[in-house]
């Protein structure tokens, strides 16, 4: 079946634009995770969704950070204002939502900011 | 604060032989512990896990092992095979963390040489 799906896969933008990631979780996952990993880095987790709403919001960097999920499916993360240190991967994974149930995760978006 | 660490950035194994990867956490309040292998360009993709309840689990060539009082685990790999050439990440998750959070280490790159 069809897996988690990013968009873009790539973005180049210039320091200061405001970017837009989205990810399509797999179909009946509730779950939903946005992790980020900087050259050379592990994956930092930046938000967790389960269905709609975000209980932890913990990992994201600053205010400049903001994501939201619709209809239990989609989600977007977005940058305003972006900086060079915000260049790394996007991660977004799903899973059927018990704490012990795999991430599926996505390809990614690499993320440059010039 | 490295809650989850690989110390080892890469290794090199010849074909045929066993891989031994390590990891090691400092919060004891993790209880379920997973594997994830990445290739280049793709997400990772679970291999596999093990609760504290348990201190080994075996899926065919792959076994987790884990040390609970020395907060060590590690992952066994054999024979190990060309397609197993890519970066693994270890995982682990406890209640504290907030019931979903992954907290990933850094990763170690292994080769295997044929």
């Known amino acids: 079946g069809a897996g988690v799906s990013q968009s873009p896969s790539n973005k180049v933008t210039e320091k200061g634009k405001d970017v837009e990631l989205r990810c399509d979780p797999i179909?009946?996952?509730?779950?939903l995770y946005w992790y980020r990993q900087s050259l050379g880095q592990g994956l930092e987790f930046l938000i967790y969704?389960?269905?709609?709403?975000?209980?932890?919001k913990s990992g994201l960097p600053s205010d400049r950070f903001s994501a939201e999920r619709t209809g239990g499916s989609v989600s977007t993360l977005t940058i305003q204002r972006t900086q060079q240190e915000d260049s790394a991967v996007y991660l977004c994974?799903?899973?059927?939502?018990?704490?012990?149930?795999?991430?599926?995760f996505g390809n990614g978006t690499r993320l440059t900011v010039t | 604060d490295q809650q989850v660490k690989q110390n080892s950035p890469s290794l090199s194994v010849q074909e045929g032989r066993i891989s031994i990867l390590n990891c090691d956490y400092t919060?004891?309040?993790?209880?379920?512990f997973l594997w994830y292998k990445k290739y280049p360009a793709e997400g990772p993709t679970f291999l596999i896990s093990i609760s504290s309840i348990k201190d080994k689990n075996e899926d065919g060539r792959f076994t987790v092992f884990l040390n609970k009082s020395a907060k060590h685990l590690s992952l066994h790999i054999v024979p190990s095979q060309p397609g197993d050439s890519a970066v693994y990440f270890c995982?682990?998750?406890?209640?504290?963390?907030?019931?979903?959070?992954?907290?990933f280490g850094q990763g170690t790159r292994l080769t295997i040489n044929p």
């Open positions: 969704f389960q269905g709609n709403s975000a209980p932890d």
């Open positions: 919060n004891s309040m993790f209880d379920y």
């Open positions: 994974a799903s899973s059927l939502g018990d704490r012990r149930s795999p991430l599926h």
């Open positions: 179909s009946g996952h509730t779950a």
């Open positions: 995982a682990a998750s406890g209640v504290t963390q907030g019931a979903q959070k992954l907290v």
